[in-house]
């Protein structure tokens, strides 16, 4: 059963004249239980992808489902951790997770929702830093306290928008293990928004690249088994042959980037010199 559908979305900002298109025509159904990345340059729309998913956007055109019911808005069936996720900064690194748990099981005791925060803190690592503040903590560990909190909210899907990208190597390939642990104790749908095809290839288990013209590009299955071990997948085929095509992919539909914009703007030279003649010529790239 597909979670999270998006169906023939456009989407975009301004208007008129400053309008910027970012997404065209993307169809993309997420799994129940699979863990999708999304794959990107920077500027490609993966925000706006993600934005519309948790229902921060709507779209321009077309539309986004959950469990195929029109998405209208926020919902705590969908945690979000953006890049720049706000942290309180007066608040403990407890109190932040303790925050978004009281937000979503405002229901539950004080002993429900302590043992909660309890639980997302020791998942991501963090009970020895339970009482700093956020401007005591290091990018990782402030990354770490945004997916406590998105995971603390036990929500159906997990949106997380490149959670890792601010991170060094080794802060990185560190938090990218915990990530496959989390995934095997929680059974949440993931959608990973991510730049790195190394870290798609080691958590995901579907991967489809957002091309830079803003629609998507061919399903990648990654048939490798679970748990991934870094060292065995350097000695993997399927692994060598799946990072070879994606990479070949993601080059090839970056190359097409650069020659539209070449063309583009040789077009603009010509047609400041000679606007009238050069828009009669098939040269001409502007809009008519
Ligand atoms: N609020 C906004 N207003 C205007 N343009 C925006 C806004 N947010 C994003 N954009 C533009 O939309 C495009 C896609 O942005 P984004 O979805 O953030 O891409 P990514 O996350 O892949 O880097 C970029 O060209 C960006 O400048
Ligand atoms: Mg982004």
Same mark, same amino acid.
């Given at each position: +059963?597909?979670?999270?559908?998006?169906?023939?979305?456009?989407?975009?900002?301004?208007?008129?004249?400053?309008?910027?298109?970012?997404?065209?025509?993307?169809?993309?159904?997420?799994?129940?239980? #699979?863990?999708?990345?999304?794959?990107?340059?920077?500027?490609?729309?993966?925000?706006?992808?993600?934005?519309?998913?948790?229902?921060?956007?709507?779209?321009?055109?077309?539309?986004?489902?959950?469990?195929?019911?029109?998405?209208?808005?926020?919902?705590?069936?969908?945690?979000?951790?953006?890049?720049?996720?706000?942290?309180?900064?007066? /608040?403990?690194?407890?109190?932040?997770?303790?925050?978004?748990?009281?937000?979503?099981h405002?229901?539950a005791s004080r002993a429900e929702r302590k043992a909660l925060?309890?639980?997302? +803190?020791?998942?991501?690592?963090?009970?020895?830093?339970?009482?700093?503040?956020?401007?005591?903590?290091?990018?990782?560990?402030?990354?770490?306290?945004?997916?406590?909190?998105?995971?603390? !909210?036990?929500? #159906?899907?997990?949106? /997380?928008?490149?959670?890792?990208?601010?991170?060094?190597?080794?802060?990185?390939?560190?938090?990218?293990? #915990?990530?496959?642990?989390?995934?095997? #104790?929680?059974?949440?749908? !993931?959608?990973?928004?991510?730049?790195?095809?190394?870290?798609?290839?080691?958590?995901?288990?579907?991967?489809?690249?957002?091309?830079?013209?803003?629609?998507?590009?061919?399903?990648?299955?990654?048939?490798?088994?679970?748990?991934?071990?870094?060292?065995?997948?350097?000695?993997?085929?399927?692994?060598?042959?799946?990072?070879?095509?994606?990479?070949?992919?993601? +080059?090839?539909?970056?190359? +097409?980037?650069?020659?539209?914009?070449?063309?583009?703007?040789?077009?603009? !030279?010509?047609?400041?010199?000679?606007?009238?003649?050069?828009?009669?010529?098939?040269?001409?790239?502007?809009?008519?």
């Amino acid at each position: +059963m597909s979670i999270l559908e998006l169906k023939n979305v456009h989407a975009g900002y301004g208007s008129a004249q400053s309008r910027t298109e970012v997404l065209k025509g993307i169809d993309l159904r997420v799994e129940d239980g #699979e863990l999708l990345a999304v794959l990107g340059f920077s500027g490609t729309g993966k925000t706006t992808l993600i934005s519309l998913l948790a229902g921060l956007k709507a779209p321009d055109k077309g539309e986004v489902f959950f469990k195929d019911a029109p998405v209208t808005g926020p919902g705590p069936e969908r945690g979000v951790a953006f890049q720049s996720y706000a942290l309180m900064p007066w /608040l403990t690194v407890e109190d932040n997770i303790g925050l978004a748990v009281g937000a979503v099981h405002a229901k539950a005791s004080r002993a429900e929702r302590k043992a909660l925060t309890e639980k997302y +803190m020791g998942m991501v690592g963090l009970t020895h830093a339970r009482d700093r503040r956020p401007a005591e903590l290091s990018g990782g560990m402030r990354q770490r306290v945004s997916v406590a909190r998105a995971l603390a !909210m036990q929500p #159906e899907v997990l949106l /997380l928008d490149e959670p890792l990208s601010a991170l060094d190597a080794l802060t990185r390939a560190k938090l990218q293990d #915990e990530f496959a642990e989390i995934r095997a #104790e929680t059974d949440a749908t !993931m959608v990973l928004i991510t730049n790195d095809v190394d870290e798609a290839i080691f958590l995901a288990d579907r991967i489809v690249p957002l091309n830079p013209d803003g629609t998507l590009g061919p399903d990648y299955r990654v048939a490798l088994p679970r748990p991934r071990n870094r060292v065995a997948l350097n000695h993997d085929e399927t692994y060598h042959r799946l990072r070879g095509d994606i990479t070949k992919y993601l +080059m090839e539909a970056g190359e +097409m980037r650069k020659a539209r914009v070449t063309v583009a703007s040789f077009c603009r !030279m010509w047609c400041r010199s000679s606007p009238s003649k050069h828009r009669q010529t098939r040269r001409c790239r502007r809009p008519t």
